[in-house]
């Protein structure tokens, strides 16, 4: 039995509305993956709120049920979904054009796709600088914009009979760019909107709009957008939770597989040498340098919060980490990433590993977005606010408080997803300790 008391967690009853700016590959391939699950055309292949489960107690009480059936999560059935994009296509023309799905799977949801039918967008040429579509919202200031976005909110929740929402970005990445003055308070962030401040980006419009009528935000783009103190004084002080960012999904998803292995025995690492070419927008947005500067932080980060170079200088102190991103239009969203490794190992003597991904990248990203979604909306039913730092299993660049280095280790990571949930639930934490086997 535990010891633990449970949290208080408001039941899921009603509908669960998604909003999502950027209505594209990501996003509509988790719209009709979850519409071909609730027909049982498909199976939740990656998703962990659907698949997995979850140790309780000691390895000897044999309780490990599926975490959907632990955790009080929404159900598929009860799920909405709406957003925004610069294109006037719906998310079943969408999907078509993305090309991710096979014709004939996609055939089998075009109804509910069809219904899907995006709001303006909030756009910014200067944040996305290779892409533009006509279905922008038009004048005003960016307070106007996101006086719209907060309306547009409004009317999703109650033209679609939502008892809940959660907002979770699957739009491009936007150009890198570093906190300004206008981000470090709340107030300084308001009087930017008004005058129109150039260093506001459209995603931090949207994080604004959605905690502002209290709506949980997940980000799943390198974007600055709410890990900035304005946001986090606002997540605090309208009681929403938020989580980010940039979707853990190929070559970043391996190289938290393999780095914490290396590690583990005390191999060393000279280089380590990153290519991808993909061929869908992402690509095609990623061409531009600014984007991909923003992008290329959180793939370099990665490496070295993992290995620790300041505490094992001889092993990765000197290691060569490059990254590069290829626009090839052939590839579609089938993308390949390519690792070269170079280690050392006992007396210092050379080996290597080579790695070639051939992923999906919206494949991969799909069932993120709905574990995050789902764990969200959990959260916010929990009484959570703030930064969710156990949801950084699912991305490059975990959001922390302020000061707190991101844990990269994706094993860490869901032990502490894990936890999170026990804890909610009034269960004991698992230590993996393992003393009470042999007293």
């Not at 060393?268 to 992402?282: A, E, K, M, P, V």
């Not at 969203?333 to 390519?338: V, Y």
Request: aromatic residues 8%.
């Amino acid at each position: 039995m535990s010891n633990q008391q449970s949290v208080k967690i408001a039941p899921a009853d009603g509908k669960l509305g998604i909003l999502i700016p950027g209505i594209g590959a990501v996003a509509t391939t988790f719209m009709a993956g979850v519409e071909l699950v609730k027909r049982g055309a498909a199976e939740p292949v990656g998703s962990l709120t659907q698949m997995a489960t979850i140790r309780l107690g000691k390895r000897t009480d044999g309780r490990s049920p599926k975490i959907k059936d632990f955790a009080p999560l929404a159900k598929l059935d009860d799920l909405v979904f709406g957003g925004w994009d610069i294109f006037e296509d719906n998310a079943y023309e969408a999907a078509a054009h993305a090309k991710v799905l096979e014709p004939a799977m996609l055939e089998q949801v075009k109804g509910p796709l069809s219904a899907v039918q995006p709001m303006k967008a909030v756009f910014d040429q200067n944040y996305v600088k290779r892409i533009t579509g006509p279905n922008v919202k038009q004048g005003g200031t960016k307070r106007d914009h996101a006086e719209m976005l907060i309306e547009d909110i409004s009317n999703f929740k109650q033209k679609n009979g939502c008892d809940r929402l959660v907002m979770i970005w699957c739009g491009s990445t936007e150009v890198f760019h570093r906190p300004a003055a206008v981000h470090q308070t709340l107030k300084d962030f308001e009087c930017g909107l008004m005058k129109n401040d150039p260093d506001i980006a459209p995603s931090q419009i949207y994080a604004y709009a959605a905690m502002q009528a209290g709506v949980p935000f997940a980000n799943g783009a390198p974007n600055l957008t709410s890990d900035i103190p304005a946001m986090l004084d606002l997540a605090r002080e309208r009681n929403v939770p938020l989580c980010g960012k940039d979707f853990k999904t190929g070559q970043t998803f391996m190289k938290t597989l393999i780095a914490p292995g290396l590690k583990a025995r005390m191999l060393g690492i000279n280089g380590w040498f990153s290519t991808n070419i993909l061929g869908n927008r992402d690509g095609e947005v990623l061409e531009d340098p600014g984007s991909f500067k923003t992008k290329e932080e959180t793939k370099l980060s990665v490496l070295d919060t993992i290995l620790q170079p300041d505490l094992y200088p001889q092993l990765y102190k000197d290691l060569y980490h490059s990254v590069k991103i290829n626009y090839y239009p052939p590839r579609g969203d089938s993308k390949e990433g390519w690792d070269n490794i170079d280690i050392f190992g006992w007396l210092g003597y050379p080996m290597q590993i080579k790695i070639d991904f051939l992923c999906r990248d919206s494949i991969l990203a799909a069932p993120l977005v709905l574990d995050l979604v789902l764990f969200m909306d959990l959260a916010q039913r929990a009484g959570m606010r703030g930064i969710q730092e156990w949801l950084s299993f699912y991305f490059k660049g975990p959001m922390t408080a302020p000061g707190l280095y991101p844990e990269h280790d994706i094993f860490i990571q869901l032990m502490k997803l894990k936890n999170r949930l026990r804890h909610l639930m009034g269960e004991d934490l698992i230590t993996h300790l393992g003393l009470e086997y042999y007293d």
